[in-house]
């Protein structure tokens, strides 16, 4: 039962290198979202997605890139990464006004 | 646009002892309500959720949360905490029909002490 799974666990990445985070889920859910979480800030979000093919801005895109070619799959991508990109990530997904089910989240430091 | 509010960033207190962790919302439309509950390097586990229905729900581990539309509030409680209770707390809203997003609070550390 594995629910939603991100890899890697933990990266350090140099500034300006680039990286994906990978997630997949096996719930069939349409609805997939990444967040970052940083120390007294709660979770913002990244991007999200209703269906394959379909995905849109969240609170806070800039440095990011994300595409959803299945259902079951929802890469981030960082470009050009920078300090301000440190943060833990979160993966989730979700059905229709139902819960979100998240990943164990990825530990990024960029120095 | 939807926003949070968790007064109190820690909470503490004794083993036994009554749980509250406060959740004020506010949102154009009656929104979904969840408390989410994050252990060390962990990702976050669904407590309890208020979608329609019943404004008093009950969640896992003892916890139950009101939903008082009048206060806007959704406040967290259990009756008696133990150790294992000690993790981060989020409250997050989301808007029926706004593509199931959701907004969270800042998160309440609770801490448990014998």
């Known amino acids: 039962n594995a629910g939603v799974t991100q890899t890697p666990k933990f990266r350090i990445l140099k500034i300006g290198q680039s990286m994906t985070l990978q997630c997949t889920q096996d719930m069939n859910h349409n609805y997939m979202y990444w967040y970052r979480q940083d120390p007294g800030m709660g979770l913002k979000l990244i991007y999200y997605?209703?269906?394959?093919?379909?995905?849109d801005k969240g609170e806070v895109p800039n440095g990011y890139n994300v595409s959803r070619s299945t259902t079951e799959d929802f890469p981030l991508r960082l470009e050009l990464a920078a300090p301000s990109q440190t943060s833990v990530y979160f993966c989730?997904?979700?059905?229709?006004?139902?819960?979100?089910?998240f990943g164990q989240g990825t530990r990024l430091t960029v120095v | 646009a939807q926003s949070v509010t968790q007064l109190g960033s820690h909470v503490s207190v004794s083993e036994g002892a009554l749980v509250l962790l406060r959740c004020n919302y506010s949102?154009?439309?009656?929104?979904?309500l969840f408390w989410y509950v994050q252990y060390p390097n962990q990702g976050l586990q669904l407590l309890l959720k208020?979608?329609?229905?019943?404004?008093l729900v009950k969640g896992i581990n003892g916890f139950e949360a009101e939903f008082k539309k009048s206060e806007t509030s959704f406040h967290l409680t259990k009756p008696s905490a133990h150790m294992s209770d000690a993790a981060e707390y989020f409250c997050a809203v989301s808007e029926p029909g706004g593509g199931n997003k959701l907004t969270f609070g800042t998160g309440t550390q609770l801490k448990v002490e014998l």
């Open positions: 997605s209703v269906g394959a093919g379909i995905t």
């Open positions: 949102s154009s439309v009656p929104p979904y």
């Open positions: 989730a997904s979700s059905e229709l006004n139902t819960e979100a089910f």
């Open positions: 208020y979608t329609t229905g019943a404004t």
